[in-house]
């Protein structure tokens, strides 16, 4: 007799689920692996439980569908809730699924019993637990939460008991057969005219896209670069969003991370057009260095950050763009600006420092990455330089962890990556420190048949905490690694691998990994002196 894991299951599928990545428990976790195994699901086993939410959270957005990440009861809950924050942050709609002890057990038995929705409670959007009457109206609400409005992780707790509790046909809901609209974003609304009328009063504006345009699908993102293309002026984007407009077209001014290095073409603009942009985005907290007027559209309204919108729109963001480009007509900027801004970044692209230097490894990876390829990449200095020097030339073609910026998501956000695109060339960059924190992955990713490519930048240090202490006057204490031969390592799970100390040696090991369609790692001496 089917089980109200079986419910679970079902509302699953019919959102679309086919993966569930995870570290399971001896509970709930037993029930809905064999019931998602019934139903044509797989269970994704991850190294750890924090790895398994980064993966589903990629996997996720690169399926448009919701994620899955289940963990076991208590100290896996506990675990997950470090890729739970990177999934807060990063705006992902991800189901995170727990197990519990059944109602009897969990009054009467101390051990392993954590109050798990205050776990939950700061780095979710709800936390909702199935009892045996409701587990579909619960699982399509955790859904629906999820990937509303600005969309993030759902925690909800399994009961062991409610899961083995017989399910009646009525149990089971009906597929889903409905659309919802945020707005449908008329073009004769009052909000759209509004900032249609003041992009056309404006002689120059700049476009700044974020967020909630990719989480948005392909229909958002085509949206967007039409808009962009009406529109004609340059087009920045934050980390998660490079390459919704191909950072290869001509209007791509490159990556926006709220800091200098963009202020001199910015200072350019009359007018910032803000589309599906997230404060949170903002690299360095509660900085925002521009003057200029502020038009927003985005799907929920602005309430926190260092600006605020001069006219601001809450709209669906495929249709909201769809009207407000037409109504606004193309707006001319001198393409020497553009142009300058964006070689003055290229430049940076050709060291002349001996040795192999961090801007080596983003040029040669770059220039042998096909536009089809996905670039994951982790926190650290890598990651601020390869953030600008970094050309993505398609919609979710680069992810990292943007709004907490935390270490150790690359690796399973590659492994998630490869899975959700099998056909796609993945390469993930990390530092040491990150990898030594994920190195499990690899089995992972092995045992899923997932080659991608890995590049470690090794300095055996912790480069961005060095450069802290520098500029501080500080001691290089609690930062520096010992020598690990991470090909050698990376073999032992069975992955190809080379270690490589020049451009030449990185770009023959880079064309070699890229070609073989099997799991690489590439362990780059870099010259850490070279950010």
């Known amino acids: 007799m089917p089980s109200q894991a079986d419910v679970v299951v079902a509302v699953l599928a019919d959102a679309g689920v086919d993966r569930i990545f995870g570290v399971p428990g001896s509970l709930s976790s037993v029930e809905l692996i064999d019931a998602a195994s019934r139903a044509g699901i797989s269970y994704v086993l991850c190294s750890n439980e924090s790895s398994a939410a980064a993966m589903a959270g990629v996997y996720g957005s690169l399926k448009e569908t919701i994620g899955v990440v289940s963990t076991g009861v208590g100290p896996g809950a506990a675990a997950v809730v470090h890729g739970v924050a990177h999934l807060y942050m990063e705006r992902s709609p991800v189901l995170v699924l727990t197990d519990r002890y059944g109602e009897q057990e969990y009054r009467r038995l101390p ?7 205050e776990l939950f409670r700061s780095v979710t959007k709800a936390t909702l637990e199935v009892s045996k009457y409701d587990v579909a109206a619960t699982m399509r609400r955790a859904i629906d939460i999820a990937k509303a409005g600005r969309p993030g992780p759902v925690h909800v707790d399994l009961p062991h008991d409610v899961m083995l509790a017989p399910a009646l046909d009525d149990d089971f809901p009906p597929p889903i057969k409905r659309q919802t609209y945020v707005s449908d974003g008329a073009a004769a609304s009052e909000g759209i005219r509004a900032a249609a009328a003041a992009i056309e009063a404006a002689t120059r504006p700049a476009v700044i896209v974020g967020y909630q345009v990719p989480r948005r699908g392909a229909a958002a993102e085509q949206a967007f670069v039409e808009f962009a293309e009406k529109l004609n002026v340059p087009v920045f984007a934050t980390l998660g969003a490079k390459g919704t407009l191909p950072e290869d077209h001509a209007l791509a001014a490159g990556t926006f991370r709220g800091v200098a290095s963009e202020k001199a073409l ?41 600006y605020l919108p001069t006219v601001e729109v809450v709209a669906g963001m495929t249709d909201g763009l769809k009207a407000l480009t037409s109504l606004v007509t193309p707006h001319s900027w001198n393409r020497e600006d553009i142009d300058s801004y964006k070689g003055k970044r290229e430049a940076a692209l050709n060291p002349t420092r001996p040795g192999l230097q961090p801007a080596s490894v983003i040029r040669v990876t770059r220039e042998h990455l096909p536009a089809s390829g996905i670039l994951t990449v982790d926190a650290g200095q890598h990651k601020v330089v390869t953030s600008d020097l970094w050309e993505t030339r398609r919609a979710k073609g680069f992810f990292s962890s943007s709004g907490l910026g935390t270490m150790a998501v690359s690796l399973p956000a590659a492994i998630g990556a490869k899975l959700a695109e099998p056909s796609a060339p993945v390469v993930c960059f990390t530092g ?17 048949q997932a080659p991608i490519v890995v590049v470690v930048f090794n300095d055996r240090v912790l480069n961005l905490i060095k450069v802290a202490q520098d500029r501080k006057g500080y001691e290089h204490l609690g930062i520096n690694f010992g020598e690990t031969d991470f090909a050698a390592v990376a073999r032992g799970f069975g992955f190809q691998a080379a270690r490589v100390t020049s451009d030449e040696e990185l770009e023959a090991a880079i064309k070699q990994a890229l070609a073989s369609g099997q799991p690489w790692l590439i362990d780059a001496m870099i010259d850490g002196d070279g950010y």
């Open 111 to 117: 051990r392993q019993r954590l109050e798990q929705h």
């Open 266 to 306: 910015l200072d350019g603009a009359d007018l910032i057009v803000l589309v599906g942009f997230d404060p949170v985005e903002i690299f360095t907290p509660g900085t925002w260095l521009h003057d200029q007027p502020i038009v927003s559209i985005d799907e929920v309204p602005y309430d926190e950050g260092p």
């Open 432 to 448: 040491d420190g990150g990898f030594l924190m994920r190195v499990g992955d690899l089995e992972t990713a092995v045992r899923e």
